[in-house]
T-cell receptor
């Protein structure tokens, strides 16, 4: 079945450092890919998405590119802030399918 | 702003008790979902509903049931709580044609002793 694998956390960075959180997937066909973020004490919220190969999703300084050849969707940010501290979930879904499949989540801690 | 609210943030129940978790959304979304979130396992879908009185099993429905009598409200029921149901429970909702864009509540941390 379909699955999503994320790098284990926690990832600990200093403010203004470069961030990469790795995500790879296994799926049949051509899924859409997503990053969700969960800030402390809150529910998840959609951060960005990409619906086809080579698409780049971006939001709030975060970016991820849908790489079909490597089945990856790595999340990047050039300069993290303390306020980016959260848990990040990679997910996939097939169009018309009532289901999101989530990775295990990666906790990011940014210190001043 | 879309708002998804859950009835409790923290809940402690005893083994064998019947437990109700309530979720309400205010955006007239057709779809509603219940997940459990466990460390290292991410989110796993328990049940979802695509309309009033309609439901489908997710990946881990055993030990749970659901009820959707009104469009805005989706309840998760643990008929006889067990310690392995100690977890964080998340409710979400979405429009029918945008299932990928789910709006989540803050979660209920349930402890079964």
């Amino acid at each position: 079945g379909d699955s999503v694998t994320q790098m284990e956390g926690p990832v600990t960075l200093s403010e203004e450092a470069f961030l990469t959180i790795n995500c790879t997937y296994t799926a049949t066909g051509y899924p859409s890919l997503f990053w969700y973020v969960q800030y402390p004490g809150e529910g998840l919220q959609l951060l960005l998405k990409a619906t086809k190969a080579d698409d780049k999703g971006s939001n709030k300084g975060f970016e991820a590119t849908y790489r079909k050849e490597t089945t990856s969707f790595h999340l990047e940010k050039g300069s993290v802030q303390v306020s980016d501290s959260a848990v990040y979930f990679c997910a996939l879904s097939h169009p018309g399918y009532n289901k999101l499949i989530f990775g295990a989540g990666t906790r990011l801690a940014v210190h001043p | 702003d879309v708002k998804v609210t859950q009835s409790s943030r923290y809940l402690v129940k005893r083994t064998g008790e019947k437990v109700f978790l309530e979720c309400v959304q205010d955006m007239d979304h057709e779809n509603m979902f219940w997940y459990r979130q466990d460390p290292g396992l991410g989110l796993r879908l328990i049940y979802f509903s695509y309309d009033v009185k309609m439901k489908e099993k997710g990946d881990i429905p055993e030990g749970y049931s659901v009820s959707r009598e009104k469009k805005e409200r989706f309840s998760l029921i643990l008929e006889s709580a067990s310690t392995n149901q100690t977890s964080m429970y998340l409710c979400a909702s979405s429009y029918q044609d945008r299932t990928y864009e789910q709006y989540f509540g803050p979660g209920t941390r349930l402890t079964v002793t």
